[in-house]
């Protein structure tokens, strides 16, 4: 069993920054293959970042060059650095992992970008 708990979200003015952060406990835990998700109102679930391998990182083409997905594995923490943040990043944002055929969830944190 895997929990994630993810912190860090708030309301933030365009431009702006914040850092997402989410911890892992439960089983050992490597924080490889972890992503973040995010759902906006009305919207499907999407893939923001992800951790696919050690040095190797994945954005979707709308967070490239402005939000950054790091990990601490000897902490089982995964943030996520987001900068020049812009309205249409509005979201509800969610750290997932998967493991064998489970996939976990952590409750997720409130993102708003608004002046």
């Known amino acids: 069993q895997v929990q994630l708990v993810e912190s860090g979200g708030g309301l933030v003015q365009p431009g702006g920054s914040l850092r997402l952060s989410c911890v892992a406990s439960?089983?050992?835990?490597?924080?490889?293959?972890v992503g973040w998700y995010r759902q906006a109102p009305g919207k499907q679930r999407e893939l923001v970042a992800r951790?696919?391998?050690?040095?190797?990182?994945d954005y979707a083409d709308d967070v490239k060059g402005r939000f950054t997905i790091t990990g601490d594995n000897a902490n089982s923490m995964v943030y996520l650095q987001m900068n020049d943040l812009k309205p249409t990043d509005t979201a509800d944002y969610y750290c997932?992992?998967?493991?064998?055929?489970?996939?976990?969830w952590g409750r997720g944190t409130q993102v708003t970008v608004s002046s």
């Open positions: 997932h992992v998967r493991r064998g055929f489970t996939d976990y």
């Open positions: 439960g089983r050992i835990f490597v924080i490889y293959g």
């Open positions: 951790l696919t391998e050690p040095g190797t990182t």
